[in-house]
């Protein structure tokens, strides 16, 4: 396997390419007793057009969602999960909008798991009656989404910033759409989508690197598959349908989701530097040391609550912030003042540079956390960049590329307000 070290941020990482396509990334971390291993295809909730073999496909809405649940079945009534447990480990799994992973953490057994995880996700058991029993569960979880402030917020944000991306489209899909999932349905898109040149094998703990190539090639084998293309999305314009929208529930006091809607980022080194210019401008604007989110919190417009950041999506990305308040939509106004601003005066030389070693700070210490490593190895691999090079990236960035960002994003045609009040007295009674 090639090794790379990389001497700023003491970390080794092993990576080949195997003969079937699966990429294996194997971060050594000597004397640590955790090991924590993702298996990961690059498919999520928003692929449901694709081509595969030359023959187009059109999946229901939340058929990658539905898929995750489903693989955790096996032949011969097999409980995947309390295999798991017998082993010592624990397992879960996600889908998000753009991929869906598969992982476990062990102190022991390490093989046996690694063995047993690629075999449970390589492995399409789908039944009649299984899937039919999971439409139920899965309607289940739909309906206490839709009673959750914190996924209606969100979703209702998506449909007021986007015409056309099917991040307008709930990562479950909605109780119509998973009645069109069969079998048929859930093979296709695991022949398209869980084929070794699609997925990654991420590894981090005291293991083996060559062990864990060795056993992925045994239970994956050499053959390459064919992959699902998949189709090209729609192009979306820059301002949002709507600029605000409020939903009526059971909170405390009102929440909001605000964003300001931003060109996709594509693959490759200079998409990802866009990521993290982004990243800092979000930091420059409404971070917690900023001048902006000091005045609000002193004004009592929010409180502890609020956060934000830059948040992308294949085909999709947005600035964004969060949180509580009584005034809303005076917390937007204050945003869109502090650029008018900010187009003014600038931003101070020390701040920026104070700024960035802080974001820098930041992102050193999350590799001290297991998950946070690898799910950062995982996304930025589909994204076709090597995570362990951030630093050199955020080193190379000026003042002058975060101002002429937030001059393109913070506009009054890219926001979108999300908000979700509370019921109202003469409601209830």
Not at 3 to 17: F, G, N
Not at 100 to 121: G, H, I, M, P, Q
Not at 180 to 190: D, F, G, R, Y
Not at 397 to 412: G, N, P, S
Request: net charge negative.
């Amino acid at each position: 396997m090639n090794k790379i070290h990389y001497p700023e941020l003491d970390e080794t990482c092993y990576r080949e390419v195997l003969e079937n396509g699966l990429t294996v990334a194997v971060v050594k971390k000597s004397g640590f007793t955790k090991k924590l291993a993702y298996f990961v295809t690059d498919y999520g909730a928003i692929h449901t057009e694709f081509t595969l073999e030359g023959k187009q496909y059109q999946a229901p809405a939340g058929v990658a969602h539905y898929l995750e649940h489903k693989l955790f079945d096996m032949p011969e009534g097999r409980d995947v999960s309390a295999e798991f447990a017998s082993l010592g480990a624990m397992t879960n799994a996600f889908t998000s909008y753009d991929m869906t992973a598969y992982y476990f953490s062990c102190t022991e057994n390490f093989r046996d798991c690694l063995k047993l995880l690629l075999e449970f996700v390589s492995t399409p058991y789908f039944t009649e009656e299984s899937v039919e029993k999971e439409r139920g569960i899965i309607d289940q979880e739909i309906g206490m989404n839709q009673d959750a402030p914190d996924s209606v917020i969100f979703e209702n944000l998506m449909v007021s910033l986007y015409e056309n991306h099917p991040i307008r489209v709930p990562i479950l899909g909605d109780s119509e759409t998973i009645r069109q999932i069969t079998p048929e349905v859930l093979h296709t898109c695991h022949r398209a989508f869980y084929t070794p040149g699609n997925m990654l094998l991420c590894v981090i703990g005291d293991v083996d690197p060559e062990e864990v190539a060795a056993l992925a090639r045994q239970v994956l084998g050499s053959e390459q598959k064919a992959v699902g293309i998949k189709a090209p999305l729609r192009e979306e314009p820059m301002t949002c349908p709507r600029k605000e929208v409020t939903r009526v529930m059971e909170v405390a006091m009102p929440m909001f989701n605000l964003a300001f809607k931003c060109e996709p980022l594509g693959q490759g080194e200079e998409a990802i530097r866009q990521e993290m210019i982004a990243d800092l401008a979000a930091e420059t604007l409404f971070g917690e040391s900023s001048e902006l989110y000091l005045r609000l919190y002193e004004e009592g417009l929010i409180d502890s609550s609020f956060g934000g950041g830059f948040e992308t999506i294949d085909g999709c990305a947005m600035l964004m912030c969060s949180g509580d308040s009584d005034d809303p939509a005076a917390v937007r106004d204050a945003i869109l003042a502090q650029m008018d601003t900010i187009r003014t005066e600038g931003i101070d030389e020390a701040a920026f540079q104070r700024m960035k070693r802080s974001a820098l700070g930041r992102r050193i210490r999350s590799l001290d956390s297991f998950d946070a490593t690898v799910f950062r190895v995982c996304a930025y691999h589909f994204s076709g960049f090597d995570y362990f090079r951030f630093p050199e990236v955020y080193r190379d960035i000026q003042k002058e590329e975060i101002v002429a960002f937030l001059d393109r994003i913070v506009t009054e045609e890219r926001c979108s307000l999300s908000v979700i009040a509370p019921i109202s007295k003469e409601e209830v009674s």
